[in-house]
């Protein structure tokens, strides 16, 4: 076991990365059982610095301090001995693996554990049963949703036993009520000395659980202090260097007698061979937001990877435009007219070691706009991608950087910019601010709310429950793989919504008012 961190000091920490300088002689202070929240846009060089901290950057110049003493943390087997562990925004898994084997990675550099599964096994299934946090110690990667991975990122943080733990959006795939979960959780770890590093959007969770925030802003560090000293807006601010508008709750229209993607009476099968949806049926009308609501793992993933050609329909039909694309490719689809913002924009929405030109290109390049005789043309393809990139605001230090060296909220806006350019009759958006800033979710927001202007039906997935409420004309809750009920978003809440969400089906009114007289 590490010696315990009474203190940690990190000073004037500089990284530069070609044409970015992503830490601009950064100070920070964690003293042990605080929670200390590192706000800041994406790209603002929180997660940099975090990376540093951990071994997995080295700083071009600063210095880091453990309990008073300078150390050097060239690898996270360095921070891990420091007693440093770190949960990531983007799961260091491998797919391929159980659960189990992932955690038994992590432990095995320990010369006093056997590597032996079974005993690892029993320590995955301790944590989980211990924190609360459900996941199968037999499962690969790969089978589960971005949820549970998350929570498996959790359990090996957990069973590596750090005493300084960095928390890099750890909410960010969870439900209100695992978030909540994790919150208790991590307030607890601080009441026994441990010390947190909370990097989130969320300035409600931020509020609950820290004691401190250290705002970074364009590499710099802009504030720190009591987190109770600066309001919402006042951080928020803060965090973008500009005011931020308050979101408002969508107008409310009149939906469009046409029908853009029709869902009807589908079956589908998951990766571990059960039924993930079971007889789904929907309309989204042109020019809808249309929400689906659920608790993640209850076939939000399926639905979305059935409609685009990913996963095979068992029975039922999808008609997209009155078209029947049931079983067709995704090539086919595509042209049908469908578009597609994934899960994970990392491995599914982005090739990572593409360029952002090649990325944005992915949908065109065989198009006579960009190509001949099938030879692409460059000269058309960095016009085209270079235009993308000022419409739709990627802060990106060239065209030909590689997409995987962006922030997350700069990787959706080139999967968001790619999409949205092919005037897409529908667009199946699964998750699309997870993880982002506030500013970025209100530039994601304004481009969605914008195309359904122009026709655009919009199937949004989603566990944010304000995001719904806020944007959406309807909201379907799916529930193991059924649809729930089907709701205005103007007349339900957040109770109605949760308890659905739960499996539990809310009376209708006329019902509920015969129920109230009658008792």
């Known amino acids: 076991m590490a010696e315990k961190i009474e203190l940690l000091e990190m000073k004037s ?71 440093i562990g770190m949960v990531h925004q983007h799961f260091m898994l491998v797919p391929n693996l159980t659960v189990t084997e992932n955690v038994a990675l992590g432990l095995c550099h320990d010369r006093t554990f056997s590597l032996d599964l079974e005993k690892v096994r029993y320590r995955v299934m301790d944590v989980s049963r211990k924190h609360g946090l459900a996941v199968n110690p037999d499962a690969q990667i790969w089978q589960l949703s971005v949820g549970e991975q998350q929570r498996v990122e959790l359990v090996k943080a957990l069973a590596l036993g750090a005493n300084l733990l960095i928390m890099d959006e750890p909410t960010a795939a969870l439900t209100p009520q695992e978030a909540d979960e994790l919150l208790d959780l991590l307030r607890e770890m601080a009441r026994s000395e441990c010390s947190v590093i ?53 107008v409310y229209k009149p939906l469009d007698e046409n029908i853009a993607l029709s869902v009807v009476d589908v079956h589908a099968k998951g990766d571990m061979g059960f039924n993930a ?71 599914e929405g982005t090739i990572p070691s593409f360029s952002v ?19 692409l043309n460059r000269e058309k393809t960095r016009r085209f991608a270079s235009d993308l990139v000022f419409n739709f605001d990627i802060k990106t230090p060239d065209i030909e950087t590689p997409c995987a060296s962006l922030s997350g909220g700069n990787i959706q806006k080139v999967i968001l910019a790619r999409e949205i350019e092919r005037s897409p009759k529908v667009l199946i958006a699964v998750y699309p601010i997870r993880g982002l800033d506030l500013g970025a ?21 989603s566990e944010e429950l304000d995001e719904l409420l806020s944007f959406c004309d309807r909201i379907a809750v799916i ?41």
């Open 13 to 83: 920490i500089t990284k530069r990365f070609p044409g970015v300088l992503a830490c601009d002689s950064v100070d920070l202070e964690l003293r042990s059982g605080e929670v200390l929240a590192l706000l800041g846009e994406n790209g603002a060089g929180k997660s940099t610095l975090m990376n540093i901290l951990y071994g997995l950057y080295k700083q071009d110049s600063g210095q880091i301090f453990i309990n008073g003493c300078e150390v050097t943390v060239g690898s996270p087997l360095d921070a891990f001995k420091l007693g």
């Open 198 to 250: 909370f990097i989130s959007h969320k300035l409600n969770e931020v509020r609950r659980v820290s004691d401190r925030v250290t705002v970074l802003r364009s590499g710099k560090m802009v504030y720190t202090g009591p987190t109770q000293e600066l309001s919402d807006s006042e951080l928020a601010d803060r965090m973008a260097g500009r005011e931020l508008r308050d979101f408002s709750r969508r």
């Open 277 to 347: 949806l079971n007889g789904v049926s929907f309309d989204v009308h042109k020019g809808e937001i249309f929400g689906i609501a659920g608790v993640s793992g209850n076939g939000q993933r399926e639905l979305a990877e059935t409609i685009n050609g990913l996963r095979r329909v068992q029975s039922g039909n999808i008609l997209l435009d009155y078209w029947n694309i049931t079983n067709q490719t995704p090539l086919q689809i595509i042209e049908r007219g469908m578009g597609y913002i994934p899960e994970n924009r990392i491995h």
């Open 357 to 375: 030109r090649e990325n944005l290109i992915l949908k065109e390049y065989d198009t006579p706009r960009l190509s001949h005789k099938g030879f």
């Open 441 to 461: 979710t209100e530039n994601i927001h304004k481009e969605l709310l914008k195309i359904t202007e122009s026709g655009t039906a919009v199937l949004l997935i």
């Open 479 to 519: 529930y193991e793989g059924r649809i729930m009920k089907t709701l205005w978003a103007r007349d339900t809440n957040k109770q109605e919504l949760g308890l659905l969400m739960a499996g539990i089906l809310t009376p209708e009114p006329a019902q509920k008012e015969f129920e109230e007289e009658r008792a």
